[in-house]
Protein backbone atom coordinates (compact mmCIF):
# COMPACT_ATOMS: atom_id res chain seq x y z
CA UNK A 1 0.00 0.00 0.00
CA UNK A 2 1.41 3.17 -0.99
CA UNK A 3 1.76 6.01 1.51
CA UNK A 4 1.85 9.63 0.51
CA UNK A 5 2.99 13.10 2.44
CA UNK A 6 -0.98 13.97 1.14
CA UNK A 7 -2.73 11.48 2.88
CA UNK A 8 -0.45 11.62 5.96
CA UNK A 9 -0.34 15.71 6.24
CA UNK A 10 -4.44 15.30 5.71
CA UNK A 11 -4.48 13.24 9.16
CA UNK A 12 -1.91 14.85 11.29
CA UNK A 13 -3.66 15.93 14.87
CA UNK A 14 -3.47 19.08 16.50
CA UNK A 15 -5.05 21.95 14.52
CA UNK A 16 -5.98 24.59 17.96
CA UNK A 17 -9.45 25.35 18.22
CA UNK A 18 -7.65 29.41 17.68
CA UNK A 19 -6.48 28.12 14.26
CA UNK A 20 -9.42 26.59 13.62
CA UNK A 21 -11.29 29.76 14.15
CA UNK A 22 -9.11 31.88 12.61
CA UNK A 23 -9.34 30.06 9.23
CA UNK A 24 -13.00 30.78 9.78
CA UNK A 25 -12.71 34.25 10.50
CA UNK A 26 -11.97 36.11 7.49
CA UNK A 27 -15.17 34.29 6.16
CA UNK A 28 -17.47 36.46 8.25
CA UNK A 29 -15.28 39.65 7.36
CA UNK A 30 -15.29 39.11 3.43
CA UNK A 31 -13.17 41.55 1.44
CA UNK A 32 -14.79 43.33 -0.68
CA UNK A 33 -18.54 42.52 0.52
CA UNK A 34 -19.02 46.03 2.36
CA UNK A 35 -23.02 44.77 2.41
CA UNK A 36 -21.97 41.74 4.45
CA UNK A 37 -19.58 43.78 6.63
CA UNK A 38 -22.45 46.36 7.45
CA UNK A 39 -24.77 43.20 8.55
CA UNK A 40 -21.90 42.39 11.20
CA UNK A 41 -21.71 45.80 12.50
CA UNK A 42 -25.28 46.07 12.34
CA UNK A 43 -26.19 42.56 14.19
CA UNK A 44 -23.68 43.41 17.04
CA UNK A 45 -25.21 46.58 17.59
CA UNK A 46 -28.98 44.58 18.04
CA UNK A 47 -26.76 41.96 20.23
CA UNK A 48 -25.65 44.80 22.88
CA UNK A 49 -28.85 46.29 22.51
CA UNK A 50 -31.14 43.24 23.41
CA UNK A 51 -28.70 42.26 26.42
CA UNK A 52 -29.01 46.08 28.10
CA UNK A 53 -32.97 45.61 27.73
CA UNK A 54 -32.41 42.40 28.97
CA UNK A 55 -30.72 43.68 31.94
CA UNK A 56 -32.89 46.55 32.51
CA UNK A 57 -35.85 43.63 33.24
CA UNK A 58 -35.08 42.35 36.71
CA UNK A 59 -35.19 46.81 37.86
CA UNK A 60 -38.63 46.56 36.00
CA UNK A 61 -39.57 43.40 38.83
CA UNK A 62 -37.77 45.46 41.66
CA UNK A 63 -40.03 48.21 41.13
CA UNK A 64 -43.01 46.56 40.85
CA UNK A 65 -42.61 44.69 43.44
CA UNK A 66 -41.35 47.24 45.77
CA UNK A 67 -44.56 49.06 44.62
CA UNK A 68 -46.99 46.54 45.53
CA UNK A 69 -45.41 45.92 48.94
CA UNK A 70 -44.15 47.52 52.40
CA UNK A 71 -44.05 50.86 53.23
CA UNK A 72 -44.21 51.97 49.67
CA UNK A 73 -47.64 49.79 48.97
CA UNK A 74 -49.98 52.18 50.37
CA UNK A 75 -48.54 55.45 48.41
CA UNK A 76 -48.32 53.73 45.10
CA UNK A 77 -51.52 54.25 42.83
CA UNK A 78 -52.63 51.14 40.95
CA UNK A 79 -51.78 53.41 37.43
CA UNK A 80 -48.46 53.19 38.74
CA UNK A 81 -47.56 49.87 39.18
CA UNK A 82 -49.87 49.09 36.08
CA UNK A 83 -47.33 51.03 34.01
CA UNK A 84 -44.70 49.58 36.01
CA UNK A 85 -45.79 45.98 35.01
CA UNK A 86 -46.38 47.15 31.37
CA UNK A 87 -42.68 48.58 31.19
CA UNK A 88 -41.68 45.52 32.34
CA UNK A 89 -43.68 43.49 29.86
CA UNK A 90 -42.27 46.01 27.34
CA UNK A 91 -38.61 45.69 28.00
CA UNK A 92 -38.84 41.88 27.83
CA UNK A 93 -40.33 42.01 24.55
CA UNK A 94 -37.87 44.44 23.33
CA UNK A 95 -35.21 42.16 24.31
CA UNK A 96 -36.49 39.26 22.49
CA UNK A 97 -37.05 41.49 19.16
CA UNK A 98 -33.07 43.09 19.03
CA UNK A 99 -32.60 39.14 19.55
CA UNK A 100 -34.64 38.00 16.66
CA UNK A 101 -33.28 41.27 14.32
CA UNK A 102 -30.12 40.46 14.78
CA UNK A 103 -30.64 36.55 13.98
CA UNK A 104 -32.36 38.04 10.83
CA UNK A 105 -29.77 40.20 9.93
CA UNK A 106 -26.64 38.07 10.48
CA UNK A 107 -28.17 34.75 8.44
CA UNK A 108 -27.02 36.06 5.10
CA UNK A 109 -23.94 36.65 6.60
CA UNK A 110 -22.97 33.02 8.11
CA UNK A 111 -24.79 31.52 5.03
CA UNK A 112 -22.73 32.64 2.85
CA UNK A 113 -19.65 31.49 4.69
CA UNK A 114 -21.25 28.24 4.82
CA UNK A 115 -21.52 28.39 0.97
CA UNK A 116 -18.13 30.20 0.50
CA UNK A 117 -16.18 27.33 2.99
CA UNK A 118 -18.04 24.21 1.16
CA UNK A 119 -17.53 25.07 -2.27
CA UNK A 120 -13.66 26.22 -1.22
CA UNK A 121 -13.39 22.90 0.17
CA UNK A 122 -15.14 21.39 -3.38
CA UNK A 123 -12.46 23.33 -5.38
CA UNK A 124 -9.74 22.23 -3.48
CA UNK A 125 -10.73 18.63 -3.23
CA UNK A 126 -10.60 18.58 -7.28
CA UNK A 127 -7.12 20.26 -7.10
CA UNK A 128 -5.71 17.63 -5.42
CA UNK A 129 -3.70 15.21 -6.77
CA UNK A 130 -4.91 11.33 -8.46
CA UNK A 131 -3.25 10.00 -5.12
CA UNK A 132 -4.31 11.49 -2.46
CA UNK A 133 -8.24 10.77 -3.81
CA UNK A 134 -6.88 7.25 -4.71
CA UNK A 135 -5.55 7.01 -1.06
CA UNK A 136 -8.49 8.06 0.77
CA UNK A 137 -12.23 6.75 0.81
CA UNK A 138 -15.24 8.12 -0.50
CA UNK A 139 -17.54 7.50 2.35
CA UNK A 140 -15.04 8.66 5.10
CA UNK A 141 -13.97 12.07 3.35
CA UNK A 142 -17.96 12.95 2.27
CA UNK A 143 -18.76 12.43 6.24
CA UNK A 144 -15.83 14.76 7.09
CA UNK A 145 -16.98 17.56 5.02
CA UNK A 146 -20.84 16.75 5.88
CA UNK A 147 -20.35 17.46 9.55
CA UNK A 148 -17.80 20.10 8.84
CA UNK A 149 -20.20 22.25 7.49
CA UNK A 150 -22.76 21.51 9.51
CA UNK A 151 -20.48 22.33 12.16
CA UNK A 152 -19.48 25.59 10.94
CA UNK A 153 -22.50 26.38 11.05
CA UNK A 154 -23.21 25.47 14.79
CA UNK A 155 -20.58 27.60 15.86
CA UNK A 156 -21.33 30.50 14.39
CA UNK A 157 -24.75 30.53 15.59
CA UNK A 158 -23.37 29.74 19.38
CA UNK A 159 -20.64 31.84 19.03
CA UNK A 160 -22.01 35.01 18.48
CA UNK A 161 -25.46 34.32 19.42
CA UNK A 162 -24.76 32.58 22.73
CA UNK A 163 -21.53 32.53 23.79
CA UNK A 164 -20.69 35.99 23.14
CA UNK A 165 -24.26 37.57 24.24
CA UNK A 166 -23.73 35.39 27.19
CA UNK A 167 -20.39 36.91 28.36
CA UNK A 168 -21.81 40.33 27.59
CA UNK A 169 -24.29 39.69 30.18
CA UNK A 170 -22.37 38.50 32.65
CA UNK A 171 -20.40 41.27 32.67
CA UNK A 172 -23.25 43.95 32.67
CA UNK A 173 -24.84 41.81 35.83
CA UNK A 174 -21.50 41.96 37.78
CA UNK A 175 -21.22 45.45 37.43
CA UNK A 176 -25.05 46.41 38.14
CA UNK A 177 -24.12 44.22 41.41
CA UNK A 178 -20.74 45.63 41.99
CA UNK A 179 -22.50 49.11 41.96
CA UNK A 180 -25.99 49.20 43.09
CA UNK A 181 -25.01 46.34 46.29
CA UNK A 182 -21.58 46.38 46.84
CA UNK A 183 -18.26 44.12 46.18
CA UNK A 184 -19.99 41.21 48.29
CA UNK A 185 -22.62 40.37 45.75
CA UNK A 186 -20.63 41.17 43.01
CA UNK A 187 -17.61 39.11 44.18
CA UNK A 188 -19.52 36.06 44.63
CA UNK A 189 -21.43 36.14 40.81
CA UNK A 190 -17.82 36.14 39.93
CA UNK A 191 -16.71 33.66 41.75
CA UNK A 192 -19.32 31.47 41.05
CA UNK A 193 -19.20 32.02 37.26
CA UNK A 194 -15.57 31.35 37.11
CA UNK A 195 -15.65 28.29 39.36
CA UNK A 196 -18.53 27.17 36.44
CA UNK A 197 -16.90 28.17 33.86
CA UNK A 198 -13.30 26.41 34.72
CA UNK A 199 -14.71 23.20 35.48
CA UNK A 200 -16.97 23.14 32.50
CA UNK A 201 -13.38 23.57 29.88
CA UNK A 202 -11.33 21.59 32.04
CA UNK A 203 -13.67 18.45 31.74
CA UNK A 204 -14.64 18.61 28.24
CA UNK A 205 -11.20 19.08 27.45
CA UNK A 206 -11.04 15.83 29.03
CA UNK A 207 -13.98 14.56 27.22
CA UNK A 208 -12.58 15.73 24.19
CA UNK A 209 -10.72 12.27 23.12
CA UNK A 210 -13.97 10.53 23.71
CA UNK A 211 -15.46 13.03 20.85
CA UNK A 212 -12.91 12.47 18.92
CA UNK A 213 -13.06 8.52 18.98
CA UNK A 214 -16.64 8.67 18.04
CA UNK A 215 -15.77 10.96 14.65
CA UNK A 216 -13.30 8.14 13.72
CA UNK A 217 -15.41 5.57 14.61
CA UNK A 218 -18.46 7.13 12.61
CA UNK A 219 -15.99 7.93 9.39
CA UNK A 220 -15.37 4.02 9.52
CA UNK A 221 -18.97 2.76 9.56
CA UNK A 222 -19.92 5.58 6.87
CA UNK A 223 -17.16 4.21 4.74
CA UNK A 224 -18.42 0.99 5.42
CA UNK A 225 -21.19 1.34 4.46
CA UNK A 226 -21.25 3.34 1.51
CA UNK A 227 -17.69 1.02 -0.24
CA UNK A 228 -20.62 -2.01 -0.14
CA UNK A 229 -23.13 0.01 -1.37
CA UNK A 230 -21.42 1.45 -4.10
CA UNK A 231 -20.08 -2.14 -4.77
CA UNK A 232 -23.93 -3.35 -4.42
CA UNK A 233 -23.30 -6.14 -7.57
CA UNK A 234 -20.42 -8.01 -6.13
CA UNK A 235 -21.72 -8.16 -2.76
CA UNK A 236 -24.64 -10.48 -4.78
CA UNK A 237 -22.30 -11.91 -7.42
CA UNK A 238 -20.54 -13.65 -3.88
CA UNK A 239 -23.81 -13.67 -1.76
CA UNK A 240 -21.94 -11.65 0.90
CA UNK A 241 -24.87 -9.65 2.62
CA UNK A 242 -24.49 -11.49 5.59
CA UNK A 243 -20.60 -10.28 5.77
CA UNK A 244 -21.19 -7.10 5.10
CA UNK A 245 -23.47 -6.55 7.70
CA UNK A 246 -21.42 -8.39 9.88
CA UNK A 247 -18.20 -5.91 9.15
CA UNK A 248 -20.99 -2.65 9.42
CA UNK A 249 -21.94 -4.45 12.63
CA UNK A 250 -18.56 -4.00 13.66
CA UNK A 251 -17.88 -0.67 12.57
CA UNK A 252 -21.50 0.59 14.66
CA UNK A 253 -20.25 -1.70 17.95
CA UNK A 254 -17.12 0.30 18.17
CA UNK A 255 -18.78 3.50 17.67
CA UNK A 256 -21.48 2.47 20.21
CA UNK A 257 -18.94 1.48 22.79
CA UNK A 258 -17.67 5.17 22.05
CA UNK A 259 -20.95 7.15 22.13
CA UNK A 260 -22.09 5.33 25.04
CA UNK A 261 -18.48 6.22 27.37
CA UNK A 262 -19.30 10.08 25.75
CA UNK A 263 -22.83 10.20 27.27
CA UNK A 264 -21.91 8.85 30.65
CA UNK A 265 -19.02 11.58 30.86
CA UNK A 266 -21.92 14.17 29.41
CA UNK A 267 -23.86 13.28 32.84
CA UNK A 268 -21.49 13.55 34.65
CA UNK A 269 -20.89 16.93 33.43
CA UNK A 270 -24.20 18.28 33.66
CA UNK A 271 -24.14 17.50 37.66
CA UNK A 272 -21.05 19.36 38.47
CA UNK A 273 -22.39 22.45 37.01
CA UNK A 274 -25.74 21.94 37.94
CA UNK A 275 -23.46 21.53 42.06
CA UNK A 276 -21.36 25.03 40.95
CA UNK A 277 -24.55 26.98 39.86
CA UNK A 278 -26.50 25.94 43.06
CA UNK A 279 -23.92 26.58 45.72
CA UNK A 280 -23.33 30.27 43.95
CA UNK A 281 -27.28 30.91 44.16
CA UNK A 282 -27.74 29.68 48.02
CA UNK A 283 -24.92 32.02 48.52
CA UNK A 284 -26.27 34.60 46.99
CA UNK A 285 -29.65 34.45 47.93
CA UNK A 286 -28.52 34.32 51.38
CA UNK A 287 -26.50 37.51 51.20
CA UNK A 288 -29.94 39.20 49.55
CA UNK A 289 -31.95 37.57 52.66
CA UNK A 290 -29.20 39.00 55.34
CA UNK A 291 -29.53 42.60 53.83
CA UNK A 292 -33.18 42.59 54.15
CA UNK A 293 -33.18 41.45 57.88
CA UNK A 294 -30.70 43.86 58.21
CA UNK A 295 -32.55 46.63 56.33
CA UNK A 296 -30.34 47.66 53.72
CA UNK A 297 -32.31 45.73 51.05
CA UNK A 298 -35.84 45.90 50.35
CA UNK A 299 -38.03 42.93 49.15
CA UNK A 300 -37.60 44.37 45.41
CA UNK A 301 -33.51 43.93 45.75
CA UNK A 302 -34.18 39.95 46.69
CA UNK A 303 -36.40 39.57 44.02
CA UNK A 304 -34.36 41.62 41.60
CA UNK A 305 -31.07 39.84 42.70
CA UNK A 306 -32.65 36.49 41.93
CA UNK A 307 -33.85 37.81 38.87
CA UNK A 308 -30.61 38.70 37.63
CA UNK A 309 -29.09 34.89 38.84
CA UNK A 310 -32.29 33.11 36.72
CA UNK A 311 -30.87 35.15 34.18
CA UNK A 312 -27.32 34.10 33.95
CA UNK A 313 -28.35 30.60 35.40
CA UNK A 314 -29.70 29.79 31.95
CA UNK A 315 -26.99 31.56 29.83
CA UNK A 316 -24.41 29.80 32.00
CA UNK A 317 -26.24 26.12 31.18
CA UNK A 318 -26.12 27.12 27.73
CA UNK A 319 -22.53 28.59 27.98
CA UNK A 320 -21.86 24.62 29.49
CA UNK A 321 -23.73 22.66 26.55
CA UNK A 322 -22.54 25.22 23.81
CA UNK A 323 -19.04 24.92 24.60
CA UNK A 324 -19.25 21.36 24.43
CA UNK A 325 -20.72 21.69 20.97
CA UNK A 326 -18.54 24.38 19.80
CA UNK A 327 -15.93 21.66 20.82
CA UNK A 328 -17.76 19.00 18.92
CA UNK A 329 -18.05 21.53 15.94
CA UNK A 330 -14.24 22.71 15.99
CA UNK A 331 -13.71 19.18 15.66
CA UNK A 332 -15.15 18.53 12.86
CA UNK A 333 -14.31 21.40 11.50
CA UNK A 334 -10.72 21.01 12.03
CA UNK A 335 -11.00 17.64 10.06
CA UNK A 336 -12.40 19.49 7.46
CA UNK A 337 -9.69 22.04 7.12
CA UNK A 338 -6.54 19.50 7.69
CA UNK A 339 -8.28 18.31 4.63
CA UNK A 340 -7.93 21.70 2.92
CA UNK A 341 -4.44 22.48 3.96
CA UNK A 342 -3.13 19.40 2.19
CA UNK A 343 -1.13 21.19 -0.44
CA UNK A 344 -1.58 19.86 -4.17
CA UNK A 345 1.18 17.47 -5.19
CA UNK A 346 0.57 18.84 -8.73
CA UNK A 347 1.30 22.55 -8.98
CA UNK A 348 1.16 24.99 -11.76
CA UNK A 349 4.11 27.03 -12.01
CA UNK A 350 3.82 31.11 -11.07
CA UNK A 351 2.27 32.98 -14.14
CA UNK A 352 2.53 29.19 -16.20
CA UNK A 353 1.13 30.05 -19.49
CA UNK A 354 -1.86 27.89 -21.33
CA UNK A 355 -0.40 25.16 -23.71
CA UNK A 356 -0.33 26.29 -27.14
CA UNK A 357 -1.26 23.49 -28.90
CA UNK A 358 -0.62 23.56 -33.41
CA UNK A 359 -0.58 19.87 -34.02
CA UNK A 360 -0.59 18.06 -30.91
CA UNK A 361 2.89 16.49 -31.45
CA UNK A 362 4.06 14.45 -28.08
CA UNK A 363 7.09 13.19 -27.35
CA UNK A 364 8.28 11.30 -23.73
CA UNK A 365 12.02 12.01 -23.65
CA UNK A 366 13.56 9.43 -21.07
CA UNK A 367 10.77 9.40 -18.53
CA UNK A 368 11.36 8.06 -15.07
CA UNK A 369 8.43 7.32 -12.86
CA UNK A 370 7.09 5.46 -9.77
CA UNK A 371 4.33 5.88 -7.59
CA UNK A 372 6.05 4.68 -4.66
CA UNK A 373 9.68 5.31 -5.04
CA UNK A 374 10.25 1.57 -3.83
CA UNK A 375 8.66 0.15 -7.06
CA UNK A 376 9.66 2.27 -10.27
CA UNK A 377 7.09 1.92 -12.93
CA UNK A 378 8.48 3.65 -16.14
CA UNK A 379 12.44 3.71 -16.55
CA UNK A 380 14.07 5.48 -19.27
CA UNK A 381 10.94 5.69 -21.88
CA UNK A 382 11.21 7.70 -25.00
CA UNK A 383 9.39 8.28 -27.61
CA UNK A 384 7.27 10.47 -30.09
CA UNK A 385 4.01 10.78 -31.52
CA UNK A 386 4.06 12.69 -34.81
CA UNK A 387 1.05 15.53 -35.18
CA UNK A 388 -1.33 13.43 -36.69
CA UNK A 389 -0.42 10.50 -36.54
CA UNK A 390 -1.16 6.95 -33.93
CA UNK A 391 1.28 5.30 -31.42
CA UNK A 392 0.20 2.35 -29.72
CA UNK A 393 1.46 0.85 -26.48
CA UNK A 394 0.88 -2.42 -25.21
CA UNK A 395 2.33 -4.93 -22.74
CA UNK A 396 1.18 -7.38 -20.49
CA UNK A 397 -0.97 -6.25 -17.27
CA UNK A 398 1.35 -3.84 -15.13
CA UNK A 399 3.38 -3.09 -17.77
CA UNK A 400 2.90 0.66 -17.30
CA UNK A 401 0.72 1.00 -20.49
CA UNK A 402 -2.39 3.49 -18.26
CA UNK A 403 0.85 4.97 -16.30
CA UNK A 404 1.68 6.94 -19.50
CA UNK A 405 -2.08 8.63 -19.87
CA UNK A 406 -1.87 10.10 -16.27
CA UNK A 407 1.53 11.32 -17.14
CA UNK A 408 0.49 13.11 -20.48
CA UNK A 409 -2.84 14.33 -18.69
CA UNK A 410 -0.85 15.21 -15.82
CA UNK A 411 -2.18 13.74 -12.64
CA UNK A 412 1.43 12.97 -11.66
CA UNK A 413 4.36 14.63 -12.52
CA UNK A 414 7.54 12.95 -13.31
CA UNK A 415 10.77 11.99 -11.53
CA UNK A 416 12.74 12.46 -14.34
CA UNK A 417 12.89 13.25 -18.45
CA UNK A 418 10.38 15.19 -19.78
CA UNK A 419 7.25 15.03 -21.62
CA UNK A 420 6.27 17.78 -24.21
CA UNK A 421 3.16 18.98 -26.48
CA UNK A 422 4.21 20.57 -29.54
CA UNK A 423 7.65 21.12 -27.69
CA UNK A 424 6.31 22.65 -24.24
CA UNK A 425 6.99 20.99 -21.81
CA UNK A 426 3.32 20.03 -19.38
CA UNK A 427 5.18 21.32 -16.85
CA UNK A 428 5.47 24.61 -17.74
CA UNK A 429 1.95 25.12 -18.60
CA UNK A 430 -1.34 25.05 -16.99
CA UNK A 431 -2.51 21.92 -16.28
CA UNK A 432 -6.09 23.29 -17.50
CA UNK A 433 -4.68 23.54 -21.02
CA UNK A 434 -2.86 20.53 -20.88
CA UNK A 435 -6.10 18.77 -20.00
CA UNK A 436 -8.46 20.76 -22.48
CA UNK A 437 -5.76 19.31 -25.61
CA UNK A 438 -6.51 15.52 -24.86
CA UNK A 439 -9.53 13.61 -25.08
CA UNK A 440 -9.71 10.22 -23.11
CA UNK A 441 -11.64 6.93 -23.70
CA UNK A 442 -10.94 4.53 -19.99
CA UNK A 443 -11.00 1.12 -20.00
CA UNK A 444 -13.44 1.94 -16.76
CA UNK A 445 -15.58 4.28 -18.27
CA UNK A 446 -17.55 5.84 -15.00
CA UNK A 447 -21.32 7.88 -15.48
CA UNK A 448 -22.68 10.54 -13.65
CA UNK A 449 -25.82 9.26 -12.09
CA UNK A 450 -27.86 11.91 -14.77
CA UNK A 451 -29.29 11.16 -18.26
CA UNK A 452 -27.30 9.97 -21.55
CA UNK A 453 -27.24 13.25 -22.60
CA UNK A 454 -25.47 15.38 -20.06
CA UNK A 455 -22.71 12.15 -19.81
CA UNK A 456 -22.14 13.31 -23.53
CA UNK A 457 -22.56 16.47 -23.15
CA UNK A 458 -20.09 16.31 -20.20
CA UNK A 459 -17.56 16.48 -23.04
CA UNK A 460 -18.26 20.12 -24.36
CA UNK A 461 -20.93 21.33 -21.49
CA UNK A 462 -21.91 23.92 -24.67
CA UNK A 463 -22.58 21.71 -26.99
CA UNK A 464 -25.81 21.99 -28.56
CA UNK A 465 -28.27 18.94 -28.58
CA UNK A 466 -27.71 18.47 -32.63
CA UNK A 467 -23.91 18.11 -31.70
CA UNK A 468 -24.61 15.98 -28.73
CA UNK A 469 -26.44 13.33 -31.47
CA UNK A 470 -23.84 13.85 -34.16
CA UNK A 471 -21.61 12.63 -31.36
CA UNK A 472 -23.92 9.41 -30.49
CA UNK A 473 -23.98 8.52 -34.03
CA UNK A 474 -20.19 8.27 -34.61
CA UNK A 475 -20.19 5.77 -31.22
CA UNK A 476 -22.60 3.90 -32.64
CA UNK A 477 -24.80 4.19 -29.60
CA UNK A 478 -27.38 6.32 -31.61
CA UNK A 479 -29.51 3.42 -32.73
CA UNK A 480 -29.52 1.97 -28.64
CA UNK A 481 -30.81 5.52 -27.38
CA UNK A 482 -33.50 5.64 -30.00
CA UNK A 483 -34.79 2.42 -28.71
CA UNK A 484 -35.34 3.64 -25.28
CA UNK A 485 -38.49 4.84 -24.06
CA UNK A 486 -36.90 7.89 -22.69
CA UNK A 487 -34.31 8.20 -25.58
CA UNK A 488 -31.25 10.99 -24.36
CA UNK A 489 -32.68 11.74 -21.56
CA UNK A 490 -32.85 7.74 -20.13
CA UNK A 491 -30.99 8.03 -16.11
CA UNK A 492 -27.94 5.75 -16.26
CA UNK A 493 -27.68 5.21 -12.31
CA UNK A 494 -24.86 5.82 -10.16
CA UNK A 495 -21.60 5.16 -12.15
CA UNK A 496 -24.20 4.20 -15.40
CA UNK A 497 -24.69 0.91 -13.50
CA UNK A 498 -27.82 0.89 -15.65
CA UNK A 499 -26.07 0.46 -19.04
CA UNK A 500 -23.77 -2.67 -19.84
CA UNK A 501 -20.01 -2.32 -19.74
CA UNK A 502 -20.34 -1.88 -23.93
CA UNK A 503 -23.05 0.68 -23.57
CA UNK A 504 -20.82 2.76 -21.07
CA UNK A 505 -18.04 2.70 -23.20
CA UNK A 506 -19.89 4.01 -26.26
CA UNK A 507 -20.82 6.96 -23.89
CA UNK A 508 -17.44 7.44 -23.21
CA UNK A 509 -16.42 7.44 -26.47
CA UNK A 510 -19.20 9.34 -27.81
CA UNK A 511 -17.75 11.99 -24.94
CA UNK A 512 -14.44 12.34 -26.53
CA UNK A 513 -15.29 12.84 -30.08
CA UNK A 514 -17.75 15.78 -29.10
CA UNK A 515 -15.16 17.02 -26.61
CA UNK A 516 -13.10 17.22 -29.88
CA UNK A 517 -9.42 17.24 -28.62
CA UNK A 518 -6.52 17.79 -31.16
CA UNK A 519 -4.81 14.69 -28.97
CA UNK A 520 -6.87 11.30 -28.77
CA UNK A 521 -6.10 8.66 -25.57
CA UNK A 522 -7.47 5.40 -26.49
CA UNK A 523 -7.14 3.75 -22.84
CA UNK A 524 -7.99 -0.27 -23.93
CA UNK A 525 -11.10 2.09 -25.88
CA UNK A 526 -13.07 -1.67 -26.87
CA UNK A 527 -12.21 -3.67 -23.99
CA UNK A 528 -15.98 -4.29 -22.96
CA UNK A 529 -17.22 -4.35 -26.66
CA UNK A 530 -18.15 -8.07 -28.25
CA UNK A 531 -16.91 -8.82 -31.57
CA UNK A 532 -19.14 -7.11 -34.00
CA UNK A 533 -19.51 -3.75 -32.11
CA UNK A 534 -15.76 -3.58 -31.32
CA UNK A 535 -15.11 -3.61 -35.56
CA UNK A 536 -18.09 -0.91 -36.02
CA UNK A 537 -16.37 1.31 -33.40
CA UNK A 538 -12.79 0.93 -34.88
CA UNK A 539 -14.07 2.18 -38.02
CA UNK A 540 -15.75 4.76 -35.90
CA UNK A 541 -12.18 5.49 -33.70
CA UNK A 542 -10.20 5.40 -36.92
CA UNK A 543 -12.31 8.29 -38.62
CA UNK A 544 -11.82 10.32 -35.18
CA UNK A 545 -8.82 9.26 -34.75
CA UNK A 546 -7.51 10.73 -38.41
CA UNK A 547 -6.70 14.40 -38.02
CA UNK A 548 -5.81 14.00 -34.45
CA UNK A 549 -2.53 12.73 -32.41
CA UNK A 550 -3.79 9.41 -31.02
CA UNK A 551 -2.39 7.70 -28.04
CA UNK A 552 -3.54 3.79 -28.11
CA UNK A 553 -3.10 1.91 -25.16
CA UNK A 554 -4.15 -1.71 -26.11
CA UNK A 555 -4.35 -5.11 -24.60
CA UNK A 556 -5.97 -6.51 -27.59
CA UNK A 557 -3.46 -6.37 -30.44
CA UNK A 558 -6.27 -6.46 -33.27
CA UNK A 559 -7.10 -3.14 -32.28
CA UNK A 560 -3.56 -1.63 -33.28
CA UNK A 561 -2.45 -3.72 -36.31
CA UNK A 562 -3.04 -0.05 -38.34
CA UNK A 563 -1.09 1.97 -35.95
CA UNK A 564 2.02 4.33 -37.34
CA UNK A 565 3.94 2.49 -34.48
CA UNK A 566 3.77 -0.13 -31.85
CA UNK A 567 5.36 0.18 -28.62
CA UNK A 568 5.87 -3.33 -26.60
CA UNK A 569 5.90 -2.32 -22.67
CA UNK A 570 7.53 -4.65 -20.19
CA UNK A 571 8.19 -3.67 -16.43
CA UNK A 572 8.36 -0.48 -17.59
CA UNK A 573 10.92 -0.57 -19.99
CA UNK A 574 10.46 -0.59 -24.43
CA UNK A 575 11.57 -4.04 -25.43
CA UNK A 576 10.14 -3.93 -28.60
CA UNK A 577 8.90 -1.31 -30.82
CA UNK A 578 7.96 -0.98 -35.18
CA UNK A 579 4.84 -1.69 -37.57
CA UNK A 580 2.86 -4.28 -36.63
CA UNK A 581 4.01 -6.53 -39.74
CA UNK A 582 7.90 -5.74 -38.77
CA UNK A 583 7.24 -6.82 -35.31
CA UNK A 584 5.46 -10.47 -36.49
CA UNK A 585 8.35 -10.79 -38.72
CA UNK A 586 10.64 -10.52 -35.80
CA UNK A 587 9.10 -13.41 -33.88
CA UNK A 588 9.53 -11.65 -30.58
CA UNK A 589 7.64 -10.60 -27.66
CA UNK A 590 4.76 -8.96 -29.73
CA UNK A 591 4.53 -11.78 -31.75
CA UNK A 592 3.77 -14.49 -29.44
CA UNK A 593 1.33 -11.93 -27.64
CA UNK A 594 -0.27 -12.01 -31.24
CA UNK A 595 -0.05 -15.81 -31.62
CA UNK A 596 -1.84 -16.26 -28.07
CA UNK A 597 -4.56 -13.71 -28.80
CA UNK A 598 -5.65 -15.49 -32.11
CA UNK A 599 -6.16 -18.84 -30.71
CA UNK A 600 -7.78 -17.03 -27.89
CA UNK A 601 -10.13 -15.45 -30.80
CA UNK A 602 -10.14 -18.97 -32.22
CA UNK A 603 -11.99 -20.38 -29.32
CA UNK A 604 -14.08 -17.47 -28.73
CA UNK A 605 -15.83 -17.28 -32.00
CA UNK A 606 -16.55 -21.04 -31.81
CA UNK A 607 -18.01 -20.32 -28.24
CA UNK A 608 -20.23 -17.88 -30.22
CA UNK A 609 -21.20 -19.97 -32.61
CA UNK A 610 -22.56 -22.93 -30.02
CA UNK A 611 -24.48 -20.21 -28.21
CA UNK A 612 -27.88 -18.56 -29.02
CA UNK A 613 -27.39 -15.24 -30.72
CA UNK A 614 -26.80 -12.42 -28.40
CA UNK A 615 -25.70 -14.55 -24.99
CA UNK A 616 -22.03 -13.47 -25.04
CA UNK A 617 -22.09 -10.12 -25.34
CA UNK A 618 -18.86 -9.09 -23.36
CA UNK A 619 -16.13 -12.45 -24.04
CA UNK A 620 -14.18 -13.46 -20.61
CA UNK A 621 -10.61 -12.25 -22.71
CA UNK A 622 -8.57 -13.57 -19.60
CA UNK A 623 -9.76 -16.96 -19.40
CA UNK A 624 -10.17 -17.53 -23.00
CA UNK A 625 -6.81 -16.75 -23.26
CA UNK A 626 -6.12 -19.49 -20.59
CA UNK A 627 -8.33 -21.98 -22.28
CA UNK A 628 -6.64 -21.23 -25.75
CA UNK A 629 -2.99 -21.65 -24.24
CA UNK A 630 -3.73 -25.32 -22.73
CA UNK A 631 -5.08 -26.77 -26.10
Known sequence: MRHSRTAVAAEK?????????????????????????????VAMALLAAAKLANVYVPFLYKHAVDALSGADAMATTLMVAAMIILAYGVARVVSQTFGELRDAVFAKVAQHAVRQIALGTFQHLHALSLRFHLERQTGGLSRVIERGTNGIQFVLRFMLFNILPTI?????????????????????????????????????????????EMNKRDEEANTRAVDSLLNYETVKYFSNEA?????????????????????????????????????????????????????????????????????????????GFGYREIRQGLIDMERMFQTMSVPP????????????????????????????????????VSFSVPAGETVAIVGSSGAGKSTVSRILFRF????GGSVTIDGQDIRDVTQASVRAAIGIVPQDTVLFNDTIRYNIRYGRPDATDEEVAEAARLAHIDVFIAGLPDGFNTMVGERGLKLSGGEKQRVAIARAILKNPRIMIFDEATSALDSHTEKEIQASLREV??????????????????????IVLDHGVIVERGRHAD?????????????????????????????????????????????????
Open 412 to 415: YDIS
Open 243 to 319: HESRRLDTALAKYETAAVKSSRTLSLLNVGQGVIISAGLIVIMMMAAYGIRQGTMTLGDFVMVNAFLIQLYQPLNQL
Open 168 to 212: LEILLVCGVLLFVYGWGFAVAIVVTIAAYVWFTLAFTEWRTRFLR
Open 583 to 631: LLARQGRYAAMWVRQQEAAAVERRLAELAPEGDVEVPLREPLNAVAANG
Open 13 to 41: PGRSAFETLATLAPYLWPPGRNDLKLRVV
Open 545 to 566: AAQRTAVVIAHRLSTVVDANEI
Open 345 to 380: EVKDKPNAPPLNVAGGAVEFSNVDFAYDPRRPILKG
